[in-house]
């Protein structure tokens, strides 16, 4: 059974500040690898989605990079800002076709 | 273009009552699923459709939940006899016939029973 690990599970950085927002998974025969964002009482944003044969995936600030054969994904993030403040869950896809996902990190982004 | 939709975005129900909840995925995406998301448990999957396939239903967690998805379209999620550890936000997401897969998410039903 597939298992997602996100680590820290909480983090607080100041504005302007790069960071770095850890994922792991059991089961490295995966399809893809999604990374979303959940603010307080709404739904889930995807950020990036990178599929199993590639290594990393950029938007704006965010860069996220994938390592099958390791188990392991990040989430970077550049330049902080206050707005970044979320939830950031990342999710696995196999062969089932749903998500598993980790338990997120709540990050917060001081002013 | 217009998102996933989900009604309604609250419900309280009193406890032994059945619910119904609603999607409406994005035009066009074949791949529909919903999930749950509650304290302690996370997000964890209950139900997929994919076109006309028959559904995977591995992850509803008692007879008590159901899904259809009519026409290809709408979805409803209904709860019979709910019971307190039944409150949660019900998320549903879809996805496009090809490509990449990636999961788009509706705004979610917060889910309370007293």
């Known amino acids: 059974k597939q298992e997602v690990t996100q680590i820290p599970a909480a983090l607080s950085v100041p504005e302007g500040e790069n960071l770095v927002l850890n994922c792991s998974f059991t089961?490295?025969?995966?399809?893809?690898l999604q990374w979303f964002r959940q603010d307080p009482g709404k739904g889930l944003t995807s950020l990036l989605l990178?599929?199993?044969?590639?290594r990393e995936q950029t938007s704006g600030r965010l860069n996220a990079s994938l390592d099958k054969s390791s188990g392991r994904s990040t989430l970077y993030i550049a330049a902080s800002q206050p707005g970044d403040s979320a939830t950031y869950l990342c999710?696995?896809?196999?062969?089932?076709?749903?998500?598993?996902f980790g338990s997120g990190t709540q990050l917060t982004v001081l002013p | 273009g217009a998102g996933v939709s989900q009604s309604p975005s609250n419900k309280v129900t009193e406890k032994g009552k059945d619910v119904e909840l609603r999607c409406d995925p994005i035009s066009g995406h074949t791949a529909l699923y919903w999930y749950r998301q509650s304290l302690g448990q996370g997000l964890e999957f209950l139900i997929y459709?994919?076109?006309?396939?028959?559904?995977?239903k591995s992850g509803l967690p008692s007879d008590r939940f159901s899904a259809e998805r009519t026409g290809g379209s709408v979805s409803t999620l209904t709860i019979q006899r709910t019971q307190q550890e039944d409150s949660a936000v019900y998320l549903c997401?879809?996805?496009?016939?090809?490509?990449?897969?990636?999961?788009?998410f509706g705004p979610g039903t917060r889910l309370t029973v007293t």
């Open positions: 997401a879809s996805s496009p016939p090809s490509g990449s897969d990636e999961q788009y």
């Open positions: 089961d490295s025969a995966i399809y893809n």
């Open positions: 459709f994919q076109g006309n396939s028959a559904p995977d």
């Open positions: 990178i599929q199993s044969s590639q």
């Open positions: 999710a696995v896809q196999g062969s089932a076709r749903q998500l598993t």
